[in-house]
């Protein structure tokens, strides 16, 4: 089963500040998706990556995925109160199965 | 368009009780997942469909049943319950499988004491 780590699992910083989360496995993957999930509700797409090395902004999130397809990582530019959720990535795990990571846990203070 | 709906919202059954799951989608996906949701412990597979009459195992199947007899529905059977069945659940569609993205509904939020 391929499995992914998702780091740091909590995160609490001020509202401005800057923050990375990553997303990384021993096994390479076709894809990677990131979802972000708010209290109460279901998880929501945020993007795909799909080719090694590439990036991709959302207005302040910025996605990139690894070279070698084994990891990812999410910034985010000045955090507001607004991207306070639950962050989880997500990749093939083989025959239509999406795997997810435990996510990482932002709460972003005012 | 209304989406993923699930059915009830939260429900709290006493152990060895049975009870279904509703999940239906108006988007005319083929693919349809169920989750699981424990805190910490991110989204886990429990049963998935990629069309109408074929349903497959996923991570965690044991306890569980599903049926998909049309393209909108996909109830999940929870059939003697148990404390290690609590959790939130999440139904999900996709138009192409995991190539796709994952719509998902609002969750179920189950109590089993």
């Known amino acids: 089963t391929q499995l992914l780590e998702q780091s740091p699992q909590f995160l609490s910083i001020q509202e401005g500040e800057n923050l990375t989360v990553y997303c990384n496995s021993s096994s390479v993957f076709s894809s990677l998706q990131w979802y972000r999930q708010e209290p109460g509700e279901g998880p929501v797409l945020l993007v795909t990556?799909?080719?090694?090395?590439e990036v991709k902004k959302l207005k302040r999130l910025t996605f990139q995925f690894g070279d070698a397809r084994k990891d990812s990582s999410l910034h985010i530019t000045a955090a507001q109160p607004g991207d306070t959720g639950l962050y989880l990535c997500a990749g093939e795990g083989g025959s239509e199965k999406l795997v997810f990571g435990k996510g990482t846990k932002l709460t972003v203070n005012p | 368009n209304a989406g993923v709906t699930q059915t009830p919202k939260f429900r709290i059954l006493k152990i060895g009780q049975s009870m279904t799951l509703q999940c239906t989608q108006d988007?005319?996906?083929?693919?349809m997942y169920w989750y699981r949701q424990d805190p910490g412990m991110g989204l886990k597979l429990i049963y998935y469909s990629v069309g109408a009459g074929i349903t497959d195992k996923g991570e965690v199947p044991n306890g569980y049943n599903v049926s998909r007899s049309t393209t909108e529905d996909f109830p999940l059977r929870l059939e003697l319950a148990a404390p290690s069945q609590t959790s939130v659940y999440f139904c999900?569609?996709?138009?192409?499988?995991?190539?796709?993205?994952?719509?998902f509904g609002n969750g179920t939020r189950l109590t089993v004491t």
């Open positions: 988007m005319n996906h083929n693919y």
């Open positions: 999900a569609s996709s138009l192409q499988g995991i190539d796709s993205p994952l719509h």
């Open positions: 990556v799909v080719t090694g090395g």
